[in-house]
């Protein structure tokens, strides 16, 4: 099992900035891949960042350029930081885990964090 926790989230003014961070405990050593994902009201969940074991990374289009996901392996965690928000990226964040394997993929999940961007 691998266990997530996000912190960093909050109120932030629009075109300000923000870090959200993800610490990862347990069985870390099988996971592929860690990403950020989120959802806002009424909408479905969506993949904001993500970066493989090599460090390969890969965005959103509508955050490329704003947006930087990374990693620090000797602390087990993983940043997303976000400069220039803008309202529409109001959403609860959540840092995702993910395994794959020849059978199948396992995906782990945060518990959440709220990211409000005020205009």
């Known amino acids: 099992q691998v266990q997530l926790v996000e912190s960093g989230g909050g109120l932030v003014q629009a075109g300000g900035s923000l870090r959200l961070s993800c610490a990862a405990s347990?069985?870390?050593?099988?996971?592929?891949?860690m990403g950020w994902y989120r959802q806002a009201p009424g909408k479905q969940r969506e993949l904001v960042a993500a970066i493989t074991s090599d460090g390969s990374t890969n965005y959103a289009d509508s955050v490329k350029g704003r947006f930087t996901i990374s990693s620090d392996n000797a602390k087990n965690t993983v940043y997303l930081q976000m400069n220039s928000p803008k309202p529409e990226d109001t959403a609860v964040y959540y840092c995702?885990?993910?395994?794959?394997?020849?059978?199948?993929?396992?995906?782990?999940w945060g518990q959440g964090t709220q990211v409000t961007v005020s205009s």
């Open positions: 347990g069985r870390i050593f099988s996971i592929n891949a």
């Open positions: 995702n885990a993910r395994k794959i394997t020849p059978i199948r993929q396992y995906d782990y």
